[in-house]
Structure formats: structure tokens, C-alpha cells
């Protein structure tokens, strides 16, 4: 997992802080991505396509990420499609462009 690094940000009143503070959130920015690291299908999948595998967030931009709100509806659910894509070409089972499924025989 060397390119994958478990950030951990502190939120308050729904934005990040530099530092824990009284009343501050532990948040793990790429909880959301350990299936893609802890998967070598699914992993190989994301890096063929050139799909993020982390969150990006760097201290220079401290409120530049998604809202936890959005990862959890979004982020989650279009990494957990792209998995299952990556789980069942690698069972032999293609998805077309349009995600027709297609069994070859």
C-alpha cells in the first residue's frame, strides 16, 4: 500500500482544522478508498482506468475535499460500481459500454 496513505483530518463545524481542537471530528479522508488498496483486482481495475485511489487533500488547500455527505452518497457508490466491474470482468462475466452485462461461454 505504499501510494496509499491513511489522511487523517480533523472537522468542526463541518470544515477542516489544522489540528485537534475541543468539539472536533477524527475523519479518515481515504477510508472510502481501502477496498481499491485492499483489493488487487479491483486496485489493478482503478489503476488501468486512472481512477483516483486516494483523496487528494493536501494542508495547502485545507477545505478542498468532499463533504463527508458527498463521499459516503456519491464517492462510495461509483467506487463500489467500478468494483464490482473490475470483480466480474475478472470472473470472465464483460460489462459493455452502455453496462450491458455480456457472458461469454
Known sequence: MDEYKREVVYIKDDSIVPKHEP???????NR??????????????????????????????????FIRNFQQAIVKGAI????????????????EDDDAISISS
Open 80 to 95: 463500489g460500481e467500478e468494483g464490482v466491474k473490475a470483480l466480474l470482468q475478472h470472473a470472465g462475466i464483460e460489462i
Open 32 to 65: 472510502v478508498y481501502e477496498v481499491v488498496q485492499e483489493n488487487t483486482v479491483i486496485g489493478n481495475y482503478f489503476k488501468k482506468k486512472g481512477f483516483q485511489l486516494s483523496n487528494s487533500y493536501t494542508k495547502d488547500q485545507p477545505n478542498r475535499v
Open 23 to 29: 468539539n472536533s471530528e477524527r475523519y479518515y479522508l
